[in-house]
């Protein structure tokens, strides 16, 4: 693998280790902080997701187009470099409102994801974009593996210790990107930078306008605010459902997410020259939608396991949904494109934490008579639904492939 490719593809996975890495000791980590519990520990949680998405939200856009005009190599370093502080701080605060800050600059940090998608794109030729975005789907995977897995085992030496993990290795990948990472956008495709389309809103308002954007960026939205439901309440819900402890709950994510790197890297290459990408999108949101069903009424822990492939094989629906859309826009646009899809995913990440942690909260109350954990699984599956639905009604000349 070329070290161009193999250092964007580390960039990805440290960004999804800034997801996962927190999740294994969220619920110790705020109940220390805090004094609360487990309900209460839930809701803060939520809080937490939700500003770190936020800024993903608000932040994206003006990465992916600072990075159309000034190259994505400065903005992916520059990035990285921010989370090793952030990484440090986080391992050494005792504060709710420091971690909350925390949070909010990590999550600035991370948004440089779409500058990562943007510099795939330069490197592959349109046709061949849906599986190069499968690379950092499985990336993002891998990063999934090594968060939860690396949170859960040092969680067991202290809640501060994953952080500092994660600090050493944001650290050896900026100087791997120094190094050996070019510059991949070309002289003639960098354009002007414009402060509209820095700006979430008027990203949207400007990029919708292209037929088809519009009600593939909905679709998004959808997948992600359910999709979301695993980092905002998985912790919790294996902590309510089964009792696990934060190593068995960190080796379940870890296996989620060595499945959904597998699919992504492998898996999706197949389904794409089966079904084509409309077909492998359908098949992504039909895989997703039975994972739902299932999971709220699973009762040990060796049936989670086997539902885990099916809950992967829901991630193909993604670069093939994003390979759609990438081949409506011309290369001049790409990193404008993947700040918006970057900013989709990011503003569901930022409802669904607070959505799905309500729902948890509300079905284990205390005063409940039967808690129902699994309750926020079911509200994700009527969001595949609509997604699906509306994907299905597309009219084909609208169709963004």
């Known amino acids: 693998m070329r070290l161009p490719v193999l250092f964007l ?9 800034g997801i996962g890495l927190i999740l294994p000791v969220m619920p110790d980590l705020i ?32 990465l992916g187009a600072l990075s159309d005009t000034y190259g994505r190599k400065p903005i992916l ?20 409102v420091v971690l909350l800050i925390a949070r909010i600059i990590g999550g600035f940090a991370s948004a440089t994801h779409s500058t990562a998608f943007a510099a795939m794109a ?16 499985a990336a993002f995977g891998l990063g999934f593996v090594l968060g939860p897995t690396i949170g859960g085992l040092l969680g067991e030496f202290g809640t501060r210790a994953p952080f500092w993990a994660a600090a050493v290795l944001a650290a050896l990948n900026t100087i791997l990107g120094l190094a050996a990472f070019p510059e991949t ?10 402060l509209r389309e820095a700006n979430p809103f008027s990203a949207f308002r400007i990029m919708t306008r292209v037929p088809g954007i519009r009600r593939g960026l909905a679709i998004m939205f959808l997948y992600h605010v359910a999709f979301a439901v695993y980092p905002s309440v998985w912790a919790f819900f294996g902590h309510a459902q089964f009792g696990w402890s934060s190593a068995i ?18 898996v999706i290459r197949l389904l794409l020259k089966r079904f084509g990408e409309s077909g492998t999108v359908v098949f992504g949101l039909l895989c997703a939608a039975i994972a739902y069903a299932l999971i709220p009424f699973l009762d040990d822990t060796r049936t989670v396991l086997a539902l885990i492939p099916l ?31 970057t900013s989709t995913a990011a503003l569901a990440a930022a409802v669904s934490p607070i959505m799905m942690t309500s729902v948890f909260a509300a079905f284990t109350a205390p005063e409940r008579a039967e808690p129902f954990p699994g309750a926020p699984f079911l509200v994700s599956l009527g969001l ?7 994907f299905l009604t597309r009219a084909p000349r609208h169709a963004v492939a």
């Open 9 to 17: 593809l580390l960039t990805v996975a440290i960004d999804a280790m």
């Open 31 to 62: 109940e220390e902080v805090s004094g609360r519990g487990l309900s209460g520990a839930a809701l803060w949680g939520g809080v937490l997701g939700t500003v770190f998405a936020a800024m993903q939200f608000l932040f994206a856009p003006l």
């Open 77 to 96: 370093l520059g990035t990285l470099a921010l989370m090793v502080v952030d990484y440090a701080v986080m391992g050494l605060t005792h504060s709710l």
């Open 122 to 137: 330069d490197l592959s030729p349109p046709k061949k974009r849906s599986a190069a975005f499968g690379l950092i789907g």
């Open 185 to 194: 956008i070309k002289p003639e495709n960098r354009r002007p930078f414009r």
């Open 249 to 266: 709950i960190g080796s379940t994510l870890g296996a989620f997410g060595l499945s959904f790197a597998f699919v992504q890297a492998g």
């Open 311 to 341: 809950a992967a094989l829901g991630g193909t629906f993604g670069p093939a949904m994003q390979g759609m859309m990438s081949q409506s826009l011309g290369d001049d646009r790409q990193g404008a494109l993947q700040g918006l899809l």
């Open 384 to 390: 595949i639904v609509v997604a699906l639905t509306l």
